[in-house]
């Protein structure tokens, strides 16, 4: 009880922190356009778009919170729809298609196996498991290097299982930092998280739908090479 108090505590001085940030570069410009001493255009305009930057960081950070709320409360309740697992890495691919984001690193599902209307089911519940797929392959682009591929690859197991994996090639994580990486507001390097749009929160979202779909995930990461998240989800 007393160790749930104290991440409880810790987790409302981190969110505050995360917020206070932006908010106190968002206070300093607004004072200084209200100054009046801003006169050219082009300066205000480039106060204006860090503005907006920051605004929409904000944004962003008090989504990933609500998110990781929700899944937390519904950690135990155990989902009951069958779904495809093919769909939901096809609609975030297209996802990340039409927001630009699969240029310089291009997501490859190829699998010939498996496509839309043989795909292997999983119990689960479709919005978690998309959001699963978003938060990793979006990773796996913004911690690739440029212009290389990230993979994604089913693989049925014996055992009833499914392994789906995404790879990327790029830095990599150290190993000493591996088994942090899904704690709220765990980053290897904050500033380049924050600078490509990052809350610190999308790892600990995976973690716990992960544990509400009874599946297991697996990182491992060789430096300066490539990058492997490894999901085993039950079969249905
Ligand atoms: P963020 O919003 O910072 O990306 P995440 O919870 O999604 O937060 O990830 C936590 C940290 O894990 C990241 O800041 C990054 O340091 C590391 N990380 C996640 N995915 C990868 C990857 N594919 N390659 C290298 N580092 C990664």
Request: glycine share 4%; hydrophobic share 40%; no cysteine.
């Amino acid at each position: 009880q007393r160790n749930l108090e104290k991440v409880r505590r810790d987790f409302v001085a981190n969110v505050s922190h995360e917020l206070r940030s932006p908010l106190t570069s968002l206070v300093g410009f607004i004072e200084t356009l209200l100054s009046g001493d801003v006169h050219d255009d082009a300066t205000r305009s480039k106060f204006l778009k860090i503005m907006d930057e920051e605004a929409k960081r904000m944004n962003r950070l008090i989504d990933d919170i609500l998110s990781l709320s929700r899944v937390e409360t519904e950690e135990h309740i155990s989902p009951t729809t069958r779904i495809s697992i093919i769909e939901p890495i096809v609609s975030v691919i297209a996802a990340l298609e039409e927001r630009g984001l699969n240029k310089k690193n291009k997501v490859i599902f190829n699998d010939k196996r498996f496509n839309k209307d043989n795909s292997p089911l999983i119990i689960g519940n479709f919005d978690e498991i998309n959001q699963v797929f978003m938060n990793l392959i979006e990773n796996a682009i913004k911690y690739g290097f440029e212009d290389t591929d990230v993979d994604v690859q089913l693989l049925q197991l014996k055992n009833n299982e499914l392994n789906v994996q995404i790879i990327n090639k790029g830095e990599g994580i150290p190993k000493k930092y591996i088994e942090r990486l899904t704690e709220r507001f765990f980053r290897v390097d904050k500033a380049r998280s924050s600078k490509i749009g990052g809350t610190g929160l999308g790892l600990a979202i995976v973690k716990h739908i992960l544990i509400r779909h009874r599946a297991s995930l697996r990182i491992k990461s060789e430096i300066n090479k490539k990058t492997t998240f490894s999901i085993k989800f039950p079969l249905a």
